[in-house]
């Protein structure tokens, strides 16, 4: 692909964020480890580089070869990489004598070039850095300061280098999208024509050269990502587009059903396995929470193998793995981390069936492959789906399962997500459902003693999963769910509301 942006990583924590931040501009740009840059660079048009928790003076710190980069291609080093700049080109890189974390603006502003054009003086910047730049190189022109740091941005003379000290993929800085827009429209020359649109357009084209008259097998989840590449793969091959849709007996309450309806109403070619009684006879006095996760995907690889045998000649295995699985950054211990949970899904299948991978999705964020899905015409009821785990309730009942607790478990959660959707809660939710205790409680029905479960319900707001923190549900709405599932589950006589966030806890109980 042509017209990309190189983003080098030298592991600061804000990496992905300025990949999302150039991307929102409709321009394609790639994460790739400092240590691992491209041989081949004539498809990027400018280069980024990141933060690092590292200190430019520390004997270990990232100190790669710029020589094919500075001078020949636009660059925009932020933080760590304008101190990088600095110090490698003569300048003086020291300590700060003040913490320099958090809110600055921008007291002075000397733009002889485009780069800061539309940010004003007083503009909020965001600093996160123990180290400043004392003294510029000779070749380079301040552009602007802080009350505190004096060298906040820089360019080099006679070349499209620029530096800033502060972080532009920050909302906290708040002309940072201009910014950048600047730097890479204005300066760099780079076309904003990377969209939705464009993106499925190549991707079909791609796919269709690459499979041919290949069949591929697919193992659809219910959930955006599996869904999004099924559409996408529809489109370039058709009917050699073999999905298999697995029901453990963990799924939602009708979740099986109504989500192969939905498939099938998008004309995919798609096989239902009801493969529950296999998954519950596995799972039965199992009660140990990676035990029963391990079980689950063992079941799960047994079940897709039997059926993927039944599609003749399958050369291809799709997998819904979007960037987050797969980029590999840099930790920061400065060595470029592996990747984290790549082709997680159906990972372990054998050997002997000797599938090639296509990921049609592995270079998007999870917001791209729902804009992406939206062009693809994908219904939002699908692509608006709360994440769910792959072990579906198994994580959410505590304990061991029997089918019995799964029914328990499908109706209360029914009760909470259809109440969700009714008081309009459901889209400001990042992911919500119930858990089944392993605790029975004393209660009171009628004149009656009641020794019954206890559930606990559970709704967060996060943007990935990795920190969650738990949504301030209306009252009222608390109120009458409660009182809707102790009235209409038989068993349950007790309902508890989660208010604890991740870290310390996390999301699911198992
Ligand atoms: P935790 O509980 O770790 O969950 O805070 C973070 C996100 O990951 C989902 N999750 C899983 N997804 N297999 C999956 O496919 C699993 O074993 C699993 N465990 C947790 C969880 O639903 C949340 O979105």
Redesign the pocket.
């Known amino acids: 692909m042509q017209n990309k942006v190189l983003i080098l990583d030298f592991g600061s924590q804000y990496t992905q964020l300025i990949a999302r931040r150039v991307r929102e501009l409709n321009i394609f740009s790639e994460i790739k480890p400092y240590n691992k840059l491209p041989e081949d660079l004539s498809g990027y048009k400018a280069v980024i580089l990141s933060g690092s928790p590292f200190s430019v003076r520390a004997e270990d710190a990232p100190h790669p070869d710029l020589s094919q980069i500075k001078g020949k291609k636009p660059l925009l080093a932020v933080c760590y990489g304008a101190q990088y700049l600095a110090h490698f080109g003569g300048g003086e890189v020291a300590p700060s004598n003040t913490r320099e974390y958090g809110r600055a603006n921008l007291s002075e502003i000397v733009d002889e070039s485009s780069f800061l054009t539309g940010i004003s003086k007083g503009s909020q910047v965001w600093m996160s850095h123990s180290d400043t730049i004392k003294k510029l190189p000779e070749n380079a022109i301040r552009l602007a300061s802080t009350a505190d740091v004096e060298n906040a941005a820089f360019r080099v003379a006679d070349e499209d280098t620029y530096a800033i000290q502060f972080h532009p993929e920050v909302y906290h800085t708040s002309d940072g999208k201009q910014l950048l827009e600047n730097f890479l429209v204005t300066i760099a020359g780079v076309p904003q024509n990377w969209t939705p649109d464009s993106f499925v357009e190549s991707t079909v084209a791609g796919l269709k050269e690459t499979l041919g008259d290949d069949r591929v097998i697919l193992g659809l989840s219910g959930g955006v990502d599996s869904s999004v590449a099924a559409v996408l793969l529809h489109k370039a091959i058709g009917k050699n587009l073999h999905c298999i849709f697995v029901n453990n007996g963990l799924l939602r309450k009708n979740e099986y059903d109504s989500v192969l309806a939905q498939y099938e109403g998008m004309g995919l070619n798609v096989k239902g396995v009801d493969a529950s009684a296999r998954f519950l006879d596995n799972l039965a006095g199992e009660s140990d929470p990676e035990a029963k996760?391990k079980t689950i995907g063992r079941v799960f690889i047994e079940v897709f193998d039997d059926e993927s045998q039944q599609v003749k000649d399958a050369k291809w295995l799709a997998q819904g793995t979007i960037y987050p699985d797969v980029i590999e950054s840099v930790s920061a211990t400065g060595g470029p981390s592996a990747t984290i949970k790549s082709h997680?899904n159906v990972g372990g299948l054998p050997d002997y069936m000797k599938l090639k991978v296509v990921e049609p999705l592995k270079m998007l964020f999870k917001d791209e492959v729902r804009r992406v899905g939206k062009s693809l015409g994908i219904a939002s009821s699908i692509l608006g789906r709360h994440?769910?785990?792959?072990?579906g309730l198994a994580?959410r009942i505590l304990g061991d399962i029997t089918p019995e607790k799964v029914t328990i478990l499908q109706e209360v959660d029914a009760i909470f997500i259809d109440g969700l959707k009714e008081w309009k809660l459901y889209d400001k939710v990042w992911?919500a459902g119930a858990m089944l205790l392993p605790v029975n409680s004393v209660g009171v029905m009628g004149d009656e003693r009641t020794y019954e479960k206890c559930v606990a319900l559970r709704a967060v707001e996060s943007t990935d999963?990795m920190t969650?923190d738990w949504v301030n549900l209306p009252y009222e709405f608390l109120q009458k769910t409660s009182n809707e599932i102790i009235n209409r589950v038989p068993g349950v006589n007790r309902v508890v509301y989660d208010i604890s966030s991740?870290p310390p806890a996390?999301?699911?109980w198992e």
Do not use: Y
Request: proline share 20%.
């Open positions: 996760r997680h994440p769910f785990p792959g072990p994580i992911q999963g969650a991740k996390t999301i699911e």
